[in-house]
């Protein structure tokens, strides 16, 4: 069923996230914002992990998660151990969340707002995916950048 092509895509993606985060050889390095780059490697960090656990754990499995989009792009020097721990806490999330669902699930519908076109909870979740992955490419950009004889 497509929710465990989800459930190891998504686990892939966020331990390779997890392998971004550690390589950074200075953990200063995951807050710089070099010119021409809009966002930290932290910040797309922290930003991933509010996504998936609003649109995936509050949203379809009624986690009681709180989002604060604001803070996952403002807040800085969050140490690396956290993230690692928050990215646990995601794929834990992901896996008992999917896990749950069934093939009518997948093919209900799914707004982010009234104003929405029509999309299922299968379209969505493969969005997500592909989000995660749009941001993983930005922060192995952002290290090769700022650790350059990692190029």
Not at 63 to 76: A, C, N, P, T, W
Not at 91 to 104: F, H, P, Q, R, W
Request: hydrophobic fraction near 35%.
């Amino acid at each position: 069923m497509l929710t465990e092509t989800l459930i190891r895509v998504f686990k892939r993606d966020l331990n390779k996230l997890k392998e971004e985060v550690n390589a950074y050889k200075d953990e200063v390095n995951l807050w710089l914002v070099p010119e021409g780059i809009l966002n930290s490697a932290g910040n797309l960090c922290l930003h991933l992990v509010g996504n998936l656990n609003h649109f995936i754990g509050a949203t379809l499995g009624n986690s009681g998660y709180v989002r604060q989009r604001d803070l996952e792009f403002s807040i800085k020097n969050v140490p690396k151990s956290e993230m690692l721990q928050q990215i646990d806490d995601t794929i834990t999330v992901i896996e008992d969340t999917l896990g749950k669902l069934n093939a009518s699930d997948l093919q209900e519908e799914y707004r982010r707002n009234p104003f929405e076109d029509f999309m299922t909870t299968e379209y969505f979740l493969v969005h997500l995916t592909t989000h995660l992955s749009y941001h993983l490419g930005q922060i192995n950009y952002h290290r090769r950048l700022l650790d350059k004889s990692s190029i």
